[in-house]
Nanobody, 115 residues
Framework: QVQLVESGGGLVQPGGSLKLSCAAS????????MGWYRQAPGKQRDLVAT???????NYADSVEGRFTISRDNAKNTGYLQMNSLKPEDTAVYYC?????????WGQGTQVTVSS
């Protein structure tokens, strides 16, 4: 059974940094696109960033230049480095692995940006 486990969330002050991890128990991790999404209370789940198996990245405009997505295929793990955090970044962050036919979601990790 495929499992994605996020970690690294927490409470941080505005301007601070956090690094999220997503560990995947899946065969052929390398073949999947990895994405990070977030959902604030009362809002829809939005795309934050994606990274392809070859390492090509894409970011939402709201996080471009502040967040960095990466992956370590040898460890079956993806990361989201978040810098210069703002209160509006507060949300539950989810990782997702997907291909042409399958997709898998993690359980989410809470990120709260507040002074």
């Amino acid at each position: 059974q495929v499992q994605l486990v996020e970690s690294g969330g927490g409470l941080v002050q505005p301007g601070g940094s956090l690094k999220l991890s997503c560990a995947a128990s899946i065969t052929f991790f390398t073949y999947y696109i990895m994405g990070w999404y977030r959902q604030a209370p009362g809002k829809q789940r939005d795309l934050v960033a994606t990274i392809t198996p070859s390492g090509r990245t894409n970011y939402a405009d709201s996080v471009e230049g502040r967040f960095t997505i990466s992956r370590d295929n040898a460890k079956n793990t993806g990361y989201l480095q978040m810098n210069s955090l703002k209160p509006e970044d507060t949300a539950v962050y989810y990782c997702k692995l997907y291909g042409t036919k399958l997709e898998y979601w993690g359980q989410g990790t809470q990120v709260t940006v507040s002074s």
